[in-house]
Structure formats: C-alpha cells, structure tokens
C-alpha cells in the first residue's frame, strides 16, 4: 500500500490533451443547459409579471366604479370620470369609458337595466384591459354585478 501511495505521489505526469478537451466539452454542456434554464425562467417572470400588472389594472378600475356607486348614480359616475380623463357614451341601459392608464388601454362598460326582475339597481361591469389603442385584443378583462342607483 506504501508503495502505491509513493509511486502515486512521484507520478509527475500531466493531464492530456483529449483529457482537458473533454472535461471542457463537458463544463460547456453543464453551463448550456444551466444557462438555458436560466434563460427561460427570466421570460417566465416577465410574463407573469405582465399578467400581475394587467389584473392589476382591471382590478383598480373596477374598485374606482365600485366605490363611485355606493353613493352615485351611472350618470354621475360618468360625468365623475369625464372630468377625469375618460371618454364616455351613455346610451340606455348602456354605459361606456375609455381611458389611457400608463401604457394601458381600458375599457369599461357598464350595462344597467339589465336585472330589473332581480334588482332595478343592479349593473354589470365588464373591465377590459388593451396594450394599444384599437382596442381589439384584450390583454385581461374582469367583470362585476354593484348595487348603483340608476
């Protein structure tokens, strides 16, 4: 054993050429595939980050008509939030705003009249959130059925 162990440390000799290749070759393999998983879940936390931010979106703006309708009525929401911003068209039993929100585009309808068997003052509201201004391809859209006086 004594022997080996002498003969061991006395062994002067080198890694070789093929031998420096290919654990090299195989640190590259290592490194890829780290670097790959890396790579993806980094696009996987910005997209759920969007997702975050556009729920968020349709949240606070389905929170501001909620909290205007406890004491409000849909034509008084409306011209609430001419006066901030929005674009409006009030129809019968139909109301509509659009906004410009940061880098977002949101649409909020509100439909009245439409549970009088249940509730006259019950509304529906439908919060659609856009990331360009055709208003075509909703990113996320969340709806409600408020108590709001007509």
């Avoid at 090299?24 to 980050?49: C, D, H, R």
């Avoid at 909620?66 to 008084?76: C, H, I, M, P």
């Avoid at 939030?81 to 309808?109: C, M, P, Q, W």
């Amino acid at each position: 054993m004594q022997h080996r162990l002498e003969k061991f440390q006395h062994n002067e000799k080198g890694f070789t050429l093929l031998e420096l290749l290919v654990s090299v070759v195989l640190l590259a393999i290592v490194v890829g595939a780290l670097l790959s998983m890396f790579v993806t879940s980094t696009k996987n936390n910005i997209t759920s980050a969007e997702v975050v931010d556009e729920g968020y979106m349709a949240q606070k703006h389905m929170e501001k008509i909620y909290s205007l309708g406890k004491d409000k009525s849909v034509s008084e929401i409306a011209t609430h939030l001419l006066g901030k911003g929005y674009n409006s068209l009030i129809d019968h039993d139909y109301a509509y705003f659009r906004v410009r929100d940061g880098e977002y585009y949101i649409e909020t309808e509100l439909f009245y009249g439409i549970y009088d068997a249940i509730n006259e003052d019950l509304c529906k509201v439908v919060v659609s959130v856009y990331n360009d201004s055709t208003y075509s391809d909703p990113l996320t859209s969340m709806q409600g059925i408020y108590l709001i006086k007509e």
